[in-house]
């Protein structure tokens, strides 16, 4: 068997009393694509945070290869940088240039140098569509340029896996499509992606395997096809219904 | 003309200005040097000060953290908070009479002057980590969390995204500080500093002409303040974002 990348083990969260995980347990492999759906409040963007250790969880544990990332900061740092992450909002530098947004990380944190981050940066722009705009700043974009951006940025730390909490959420529909052909074309390549998403019709097209949360519980995780059109749980064909009718 | 103005008695206030600070126009001179001289550095190192403050009074620690960074971390936020509040809480002028002769009966040599800087410095600090701090949580918790998700660690995240736009917002409070600054550096004269207000004091009683000795001094606060206010619009102006950027023609190609 393939050694995953990631791997959760009985992970809890809980804010107060509220418990908002509960015993979830996955793991994540080469080349996988995960897409993560679920009701709002299901618990799947803090469960993507707890990968990111943006949030700390309350119980159980993430492993990257095999061994447990420590709520310390040295290995937090070292782990990230290798785990990607695209954000709802963005979360562009507003006080950088495109291009500066793309080389930060790759310069601060990675230390190469400053050709090879150029190089890098263009190489990831140009992936997305965006290369002509490394002068412009945040402020100056559209939300899906700036989605785009951020996914270039993430891209030129050469993560393993790449996490993204709603990417389109905040974007008007007429932008969603254009992130939304670039995480396919991601997807093409081979690259290890966790998408949380509540576009459906792209998670049974491009994922791997689908993850249905429900009440901080993964009710069911399987391959797109089986998910979307022959779910086991009642839980699950209750969302689905209401999607497709909606 | 100012040849009589001179020697004879003017007959009126602004006669009597002219003549007061054509007379004492050395000492008005040296007044206004030691007025900026304890503003400038004062203020200076006092934000140097507020920044470092309101950046530790932002760390945070982790949870898997060792005891011994934990407690220390959280000593220095102690000291810092409670430093912060006495220096908010108690006037400059009782400050600057506590400090110059408190160090004074400790034998400590400190000079006028010195001691004038550093009640500024301490004033200004705490002032300033105040300000610094809101201006660190003005700025979207988003900002810090793309660094974090990078890989950068919280203070490479600070300095790199954080700081430098909090900065910019600060702006406008750091000029209203630096002009509080210039105007408080007057209570100073309780120690004995011979700035602008110990100068009038000094000026005036040789005449008994206190309205247009305090008069020459209000005029030269003002066209400080006026030019400094000026000088912080301008840097104001030029930190501000660009409307346009240049496309990059080169990577137009196949877009």
Redesign the interface.
């Known amino acids: 068997m393939e050694e995953s990348i990631i791997q959760i083990v009985e992970l809890g969260k809980s804010f107060g009393g509220h418990e908002v995980l509960r015993k979830i347990d996955f793991s994540v492999k080469k080349g996988e694509v995960i897409c993560i759906v679920g009701s709002s409040g299901s618990g799947k963007s803090t469960l993507l945070r707890c990968i990111n250790r943006l949030e700390h969880q309350t119980a159980g544990k993430v492993l990257y290869h095999g061994k447990e990332v420590r709520d310390v900061q040295r290995e937090i740092n070292a782990y990230r940088s290798k785990v990607g992450m695209v954000f709802q909002s963005f979360n562009l530098f507003n006080n950088m240039s495109v291009l500066k947004n793309c080389m930060a990380g790759t310069r601060k944190v990675l230390h190469i140098s400053k050709e090879e981050a150029y190089d890098r940066a263009i190489a990831h722009l140009k992936e997305v569509g965006m290369a002509p705009y490394i002068n412009a700043y945040p402020a100056h974009l559209s939300g899906g340029q700036k989605q785009r951006v951020a996914i270039a940025r993430a891209l030129c730390m050469n993560p393993e896996v790449l996490l993204f909490d709603e990417p389109t959420s905040a974007l008007d529909p007429e932008m969603v499509g254009e992130v939304l052909n670039v995480m396919k074309e991601l997807a093409k390549t081979g690259l290890t992606m966790i998408i949380v998403t509540h576009e459906m019709g792209f998670a049974r097209d491009v994922s791997t395997r689908t993850i249905f949360m429900d009440k901080g519980y993964i009710v069911e995780d399987d391959v797109p096809e089986t998910l979307f059109t022959n779910p086991k749980n009642p839980r699950t064909k209750e969302f689905l219904s209401r999607f497709m009718a909606g | 003309m100012m040849g009589i103005l001179a020697s004879a008695t003017p007959e009126n206030s602004v006669g009597w200005m002219l003549f007061l600070a054509k007379k004492y126009m050395n000492s008005f001179w040296k007044g206004t040097w030691i007025t900026l001289y304890v503003a400038v550095l004062g203020t200076l190192i006092g934000f140097v000060m507020g920044y470092l403050i309101g950046i530790v009074q932002d760390i945070r620690v ?4 060792s005891i011994l960074k934990r407690a220390v971390v959280r000593l220095i936020k102690l000291v810092c908070e409670i430093y912060v509040e006495i220096f908010r809480d108690t006037p400059m002028i009782v400050q600057a009479m506590i400090i110059y002769y408190g160090l004074r009966q400790a034998d400590v040599a400190i000079g006028i002057p010195a001691a004038g800087i550093l009640v500024t410095v301490l004033n200004t600090g705490a002032y300033m980590a105040e300000t610094v701090r809101a201006g660190i949580g003005s700025i ?1 918790n ?2 810090r ?10 203070m ?1 995240a600070m300095f ?2 954080v700081l ?2 909090a900065f ?1 917002n600060i702006i406008p409070e750091m000029a209203n500080l630096f002009l509080t600054n210039l105007k408080m550096t007057s209570v100073l004269n309780v120690i004995g500093l011979s700035e602008l207000f110990m100068t009038a004091k000094t000026v005036a009683g040789n005449y008994y002409k206190y309205f247009e000795s305090y008069l020459i001094i209000a005029v030269i606060y003002f066209v400080l303040c006026f030019f400094f206010n000026k000088i912080f619009l301008l840097i104001e102006k030029k930190l501000a ?2 409307k346009d ?5 080169e ?2 190609d196949n ?1």
Request: aromatic residues 6%.
């Open positions: 982790n949870r898997e953290d979207d988003g900002q969390e793309g660094a974090l998700a990078l890989g950068m660690s919280p490479l790199t995204v430098p736009q910019k974002l660009k950027y240049i496309l990059a023609v990577y137009m877009q």
